[in-house]
């Protein structure tokens, strides 16, 4: 009688080994893609989260302004009149949003004062441009069509005067990614 061993060959075995290291390294690279795609998409949404913030900031100190300056001719800027909310004079202050040049930050200012930081490279004090950069400020300002009954933009003669809203647009851009565009109409009080 012969003596029968059961197991597996050399051959067997490596074959075996082989093709669970495929498997291993096929769900390593999975993974690594997976954590990769979800962690853009944090980014993203940071990056998202910082536009809209900064905009509704915005919106909301334009809603209280009683006179819009003209900076048409003056771009990525926007400069109103409002009245001061947080102190009790109740006087009025003039605020700007504009971009700085080259880190490309949005900063706001108030009275012409130092310029307060409000979205952009959140390393910013580096002077250098960053991983997200203001790359836009857009405003349109804009008047209702007595014949239509809409808003139309001003005409580069119209005086600024005669806006009733504004429509702005903000636009971040990371480095490793598309920009991102909110836009938003503001009517204005006057």
Not at 68 to 77: F, I
Request: net charge negative; aromatic share 8%.
């Amino acid at each position: 009688m012969k003596n029968k061993c059961s197991g597996f060959t050399l051959l067997e075995t490596v074959l075996a080994l082989a093709i669970g290291a495929l498997v291993v390294i096929s769900l390593s690279n999975l993974f690594q893609v997976s954590l990769a795609s979800w962690e853009q998409s944090m980014d993203r949404s940071e990056l998202l989260q910082h536009t809209r913030v900064a905009l509704q900031r915005i919106t909301m100190e334009l809603r209280y302004a009683t006179e819009l300056v003209d900076t048409r001719s003056t771009p990525n800027t926007l400069t109103f009149n409002t009245v001061n909310l947080e102190d009790d004079d109740s006087g009025v202050e003039e605020i700007s949003y504009y971009i700085d040049q080259p880190v490309e930050n949005l900063h706001r200012s108030v009275d012409g004062g130092g310029g307060q930081f409000v979205a952009g490279n959140s390393s910013f004090w580096s002077g250098q441009p960053g991983d997200v950069n203001v790359v836009m400020l857009w405003v349109g300002p804009m008047k209702w069509d007595g014949a239509g009954g809409s808003l139309v933009y001003l005409n580069p003669w119209d005086p600024i005067t005669d806006a009733t809203a504004v429509e702005i647009s903000m636009t971040l851009q990371d480095r490793d990614y598309s920009p991102i565009t909110l836009t938003t109409m503001v009517t204005l009080r006057n």
